[in-house]
């Protein structure tokens, strides 16, 4: 499974092209295709960037849902209506749209955060705010991750 780490300040320049970090680069190329899907986080102020394997599988867990049911069509129009298939170019620019830009008010201070299985673009003030808000709520919940199983131990 392919994971992205780390934060990554970048500029967004005038043609609405961003540099994608070289060890996203080397994780996508490393899964077979740098081919993403981007699209506005309903959940918060970036822009959510997916290698289209995972998103293929987030896809999957949608089809799942009763397909009338509002859930449904909430989750779809939130997930898929905006989203774009992209890839970087061969010197690892990525183009962002304008929409997503202009809706989410990007400047030329753009910072990319891992975020495990996908990777996020935002505006740089809000990435730092962000970050120290998910970090005192993970304090404040007491929040941890069961420990890991030895390699062959019953689940």
């Given at each position: 499974m392919t994971?992205?780490?780390g934060t990554h300040n970048v500029k967004l320049d005038k043609k609405g092209r961003i540099s994608v970090p070289a060890p996203f680069r080397a994780r996508l190329e490393a899964?077979?295709?740098?081919?993403?899907?981007?699209?506005r986080s309903y959940q918060l102020e970036c822009i959510e960037c997916w290698p289209e394997p995972a998103f293929e599988l987030l896809a999957e867990s949608h089809d799942r849902l009763d397909i009338f049911s509002a859930g449904a069509n909430d989750l779809g129009a939130s997930l898929f209506a905006g989203a774009q298939y992209a890839r970087p170019d061969a010197e690892g620019r990525?183009?962002?749209?304008p929409?997503?830009?202009?809706?989410?008010?990007?400047?030329e201070a753009v910072t990319i955060l891992g975020a495990n299985r996908s990777f996020q673009i935002w505006d740089s003030a809000r990435a730092a705010a962000h970050?120290?808000?998910a970090r005192e709520r993970a304090r404040a919940g007491n929040l941890t991750l069961p420990a890991p199983r030895a390699p062959g131990a019953a689940p």
């Open positions: 994971r992205f780490l899964q077979g295709s740098a081919q993403i899907v981007l699209f990525l183009v962002l749209p929409d997503l830009v202009a809706g989410l008010g990007l400047g970050l120290a808000e």
